[in-house]
């Protein structure tokens, strides 16, 4: 799988570096009009789309005939898309953190308290999207898995509103805004675990020909 997650990586390399430096003239620009650390919300979002670029290249290229002729499992091809996913999602998340540290030394408004929170909202948002996006990916075209994949992170913050309202009516949330968004952190990576073993299933049995 190492190899696998190597060759996406290559190929990805170009477009992670150009939504690297996005992302941080985003922040610097963002200080002056919005909280910094609300990017931390954004990034590991946008940072994700090389997974599905990467899908589509091989696809496109006919990859997946060709991989499994060679010593890879599909559960370890599918791990690999799911694995690459979240590496590029804390990537996305480190790369924010730049400037809202750098721009925490000159602004009372950034604390760790906002980053936690930021950062909570933004892995949850797209470890759930993931969960709903990648599967489709393997079971639709490149263009209906696109619109999905963009539809995946409307869904995902419905979905984040719906858990915080259902901790509120055991935990007050307002006085425990953090823990309500962990919790959702929580709920989403194990919706992300299921997602990979569903999709491995899946492709398991996918006629690939």
């Known amino acids: 799988m190492k190899g696998v997650l190597l060759k996406d990586l290559y190929i990805a390399k170009s477009n992670i570096l150009v939504t690297a430096v996005s992302l941080v003239v985003l922040g610097f620009g963002l200080s002056f009009l919005l909280e910094t650390s609300a990017l931390l919300v954004l990034a590991p979002v946008v940072s994700t789309t090389a997974v599905f670029i990467s ?5 496109a290229s006919k990859w997946n005939k060709n991989v499994i002729a060679m010593p890879v499992s599909r ?3 599918i791990g690999e898309k799911f694995v690459f996913y979240i590496l590029l999602a804390v990537l996305g998340l480190m790369t924010a953190l730049i400037p809202c540290v750098l721009l925490g030394f000159f602004s009372g408004d950034i604390t760790p308290h906002s980053l936690c929170l930021y950062g909570s909202i933004g892995i949850s948002a797209t470890l759930l999207a993931g969960g709903i996006s990648l599967p489709c990916a393997y079971l639709f075209d490149p263009e ?6 963009m539809l995946s992170f409307m869904a995902s913050t419905g979905i984040i509103a719906g858990i915080v309202l259902l901790t509120n009516l055991f935990i007050p949330v307002k006085e425990n805004i953090l823990l309500a968004f962990n919790i959702a952190l929580g709920i989403s990576a194990v919706w992300f675990f299921v997602s990979y073993q569903v999709t491995a299933r899946i492709y398991q049995r996918q006629d690939i020909t």
């Open 75 to 77: 559960g370890q091809i």
């Open 144 to 149: 209906k898995s696109q619109i999905v994949f």
């Open 55 to 59: 899908i589509t290249s091989d696809a």
